[in-house]
């Protein structure tokens, strides 16, 4: 159910930007409608359905408003997995918060996208968020940005689109959060097992 679930949101998520390739000119719009278009984006987007912890509702599960965008919980252990559900040939599993993803790659947390400057995207500028969105690197030049992350439907959206973006994360309110580090595939089979 999970395979499914996974497929189709990615679909979805993929068909979205591709119908947002339209180009608003920063130099037609206020920094408060730069914001409110990241704001739009974001959540049109799906950003808070990986890189917010979650919450459990009567309606299920929901993004922590008080942890929005703050990625994986540091303080929280990965959940037991059977070494053979990750097995060459399987697909991807997930935690319950959607912040944890384990497949053919090893082991992927969502990244803190709060502007915190020690464990966010404090640091980072515009131009750097872009490059990162285009490349699939870390910071435009680091380490790649790891499933499910879109970076490949994200990075086809305008330049202006994208500082829309980076302008609405910079006001989100910064929130210490380390993530852990991602698993190689190679080191899977041994965290799985010292779990």
Known sequence: MRKNFLFSFLCVLSLLFLFLQFDCSSNKMTKE??????KYLVTIGGCNDCHSPKIMTPMGPVPDSTRLLSGHPAEQPLAAIDPKTV?????????????TWVGPWGISYTANLTPDSST??????????????????????????????????????????LRAIFAYLQTLKPINNRVPAPVPPNMLSEKLMNN
């Not at 409608?33 to 990241?38: E, F, L, T, V």
């Not at 097995?87 to 912040?99: H, R």
């Not at 640091?123 to 490949?152: E, N, V």
């Open 33 to 38: 409608d730069q914001i409110a278009r990241g």
């Open 87 to 99: 097995a060459p040939g399987n697909w991807v599993l997930t935690d319950d918060g959607t912040t």
């Open 120 to 161: 966010g995207l404090g640091l980072w500028t515009s131009d750097i968020f872009i490059k990162a969105m285009r490349t699939g690197k870390h910071m435009g030049t680091g380490r790649m940005l790891l499933p499910p992350m879109p970076w490949q439907s994200i990075g086809q959206l305008s330049d202006n689109d």
